[in-house]
């Protein structure tokens, strides 16, 4: 179980809601945070996650169902993994990179999703490759940065999307449910940019 608590700041800049809302910055904390906890246990995280997962079969199985399609770990690379819950929907994601002199290789994010009763499956694997897209840009190029409270970004050249080259192989697996249907646009980002920093 969880328990979130909210703090109201006023900024003096205008701000909106982002995909995902809370569960973009919720999700990369507890999740990288969670890594650190097992490491400093000498514990492998994905194993350890399974073991606090033995009473929540829903979130067991999405995380089961996402290491089980990643397969093993390709040689020369290393993963991380994480999940969060948003929306009425449970995604985990193991995401596979490298790095050569200097330079992260994102290849490969494997996502599961427990979204309940599922209607469309194509359009639930294309809205999480989109959110897993989002939520790598995020980590790996997006910035804002303002002068005199005005965003000196006037369009995408000067803001750097994650581009078709760089963008990995995306596969989106469903775990079969009955329970009552949940998001789908969602909930697939918070997992990607929290497990892009575990596997780094």
């Not at 982002?18 to 990288?32: I, M, P």
């Not at 910035?143 to 005199?148: A, I, K, P, R």
Request: charged share 20%; proline share 7%.
């Amino acid at each position: 179980d969880q328990h979130l608590g909210t703090v109201n700041v006023d900024l003096p800049i205008t701000t909106g809601f982002w995909r995902s809302v809370h569960g973009s910055h919720n999700g990369f904390f507890r999740e990288c945070f969670f890594d650190e906890c097992a490491h400093a246990l000498k514990r492998d995280p994905s194993e350890l996650r399974l073991e606090l997962l033995s009473e929540r079969p829903r979130e067991r199985a999405v995380l089961e169902l996402a290491l089980a399609k990643a397969g093993p770990v390709p040689d020369g690379q290393h993963r991380g993994v994480a999940m969060f819950e948003s929306f009425g929907a449970r995604c985990a994601e193991v995401c596979d990179v490298s790095v050569t002199d200097g330079q992260l290789t994102v290849h490969r994010v494997t996502a599961a999703i427990d979204a309940g009763t599922v209607v469309h499956p194509d359009s639930v694997k294309a809205q999480v490759q989109g959110a897993v897209v989002m939520g790598l840009s995020s980590a790996l190029g997006e910035e804002l940065t303002f002068v005199d409270g005005a965003v000196v970004a006037t369009n995408f050249h000067q803001y750097a999307l994650l581009t078709l080259a760089k963008t990995p192989q995306i596969d989106v697996h469903i775990v079969p449910s009955a329970e009552p249907p949940g998001g789908v646009g969602e909930p697939g980002l918070p997992p990607a940019p929290a497990a892009l920093c575990n596997a780094i």
